[in-house]
Structure formats: C-alpha cells, structure tokens
Nanobody, 129 residues
C-alpha cells in the first residue's frame, strides 16, 4: 500500500525555520515527481515546491513567494523528501501536504496539485509570535 507521511510541522516565530519530512512506504520516491502543497483556512491549495524524478535530473520549482526561503530535497537512501523552510512569515501558516506522482512532471507544471495521485495527511505549520 502506497503511503506518504509528513512530519516536522509546529509553531515557530516569524523569521524562524522548520524542516518538513515526507516519508514514503510501499513505493520508491526517487521514481516519482514530488510536490509540497499548502492550504490555509478559506484558501485554495497551492503548490509550494516540487522536484522531478531523479532520473530526469531532479529539477525543482517554487512558488514565487517562497523562492530563496524554501528548499526541497530528496534523500533516496531514506526514501524521504524534505522541505527546508527558512525566514518563515505569518502568511506561511497552513497545513502542508506532500504528494507523489509516478509520471515525470516538467518543472513548469509540477506545482499543479491536480496532477498528483498520492497524498499524505498533512502537517500543521503555524508562524506566529
């Protein structure tokens, strides 16, 4: 059974950092396109960061508002994808989800949540003083 489990969320002050993890079981993440998405109350789900399959170079793409602050990466030995979030802002507050897709998604489209078939349960990130 394919499963994604996010962890690492929590409460952090503005300017702080968090690292989210997305661990996979039942499949090998390096063969999947992976995205991190977030959804705040009353807002639509939006793509934050994505990374293409390793064999295609592992290209990344980011939401404009997180560029330079967030970094997506893979550790294939741990079958885990990470989202390092620095310089967090209150507007980053949301439930964060990771998602996987077994097609190679080009960087230009891998932030579109409708393209993903497998989803984790989400982890809450709250940025507040």
């Amino acid at each position: 059974q394919l499963q994604l489990v996010e962890s690492g969320g929590g409460l952090v002050q503005p300017g702080g950092s968090l690292r989210l993890s997305c661990a996979a079981s039942g499949f090998t993440l390096e063969y999947y396109s992976i995205g991190w998405f977030r959804q705040a109350p009353g807002k639509e789900r939006e793509g934050v960061a994505c990374i293409t399959i390793t064999a295609s170079g592992g290209s990344t793409n980011y939401l404009d508002s997180v560029k330079g602050r967030f970094t997506i990466s893979r550790d294939n030995t741990k079958n885990t994808v990470y989202l390092q979030m620095n310089s967090l802002k209150p507007e980053d507050t949301a439930v964060y989800y990771c998602a996987a897709e077994d097609r190679h998604l080009l960087p230009g489209v891998c932030l579109k949540h409708v393209l993903y078939d497998y989803w984790g349960q989400g982890t809450q990130v709250t940025v507040s003083s």
